[in-house]
């Protein structure tokens, strides 16, 4: 499956995702550099939504990293290891953040445009 496609799937399936990028996700425009990390998180009651009072696990169980640029969507890896994971800096600012696919259709996702904290993604994940 090429990058897109799975970048794709990603988006429109089921489960706990919180999207860390350096600019807007526009896949109309694949020229335009642009880091994304796809953070996959625990579906059930251990996510961030069943905490009581603010309190409980919120983890990140997996890492997609993709790339945009060069008129396409690449995967950069996928990263399972728990001690590269767990430091990871959760986004806590993440709010409701468009993706448009490359027909122009949008999707809202939970998410950050953050140049920095893509930046330190980069940087524990290389």
């Known amino acids: 499956m090429d990058g897109l496609?799975?970048?794709l799937?990603?988006?429109n399936s089921k489960?706990?995702?919180?999207?860390?990028?350096?600019?807007?996700?526009?896949?109309?425009?694949?020229?335009?550099?642009?880091?994304?990390?796809?953070?996959?998180?625990?579906?059930?009651?251990t996510a961030a939504g069943g905490r009581g009072g603010g309190f409980g696990e919120r983890?990140?169980?997996?890492?997609?990293?993709?790339?945009?640029?060069?008129?396409g969507l690449r995967k950069v890896s996928e990263i399972e290891d728990d001690e590269r994971l767990d430091a990871l800096d959760l986004p806590y600012?993440?709010?409701?953040m468009p993706i448009l696919d490359p027909q122009g259709n949008e999707k809202l996702v939970s998410?950050?445009?953050?140049?920095?904290f893509a930046q330190s993604y980069r940087e524990v994940l290389a």
């Open 15 to 45: 489960g706990r995702r919180v999207y860390v990028t350096s600019k807007p996700i526009d896949l109309r425009t694949p020229d335009s550099p642009n880091d994304i990390y796809v953070l996959q998180l625990p579906d059930g009651s």
């Open 5 to 7: 496609s799975e970048f």
């Open 93 to 96: 600012h993440a709010t409701a």
């Open 9 to 11: 799937e990603l988006v």
């Open 59 to 71: 983890r990140i169980v997996k890492v997609y990293h993709f790339e945009a640029g060069e008129g």
């Open 111 to 116: 998410g950050v445009i953050d140049p920095p």
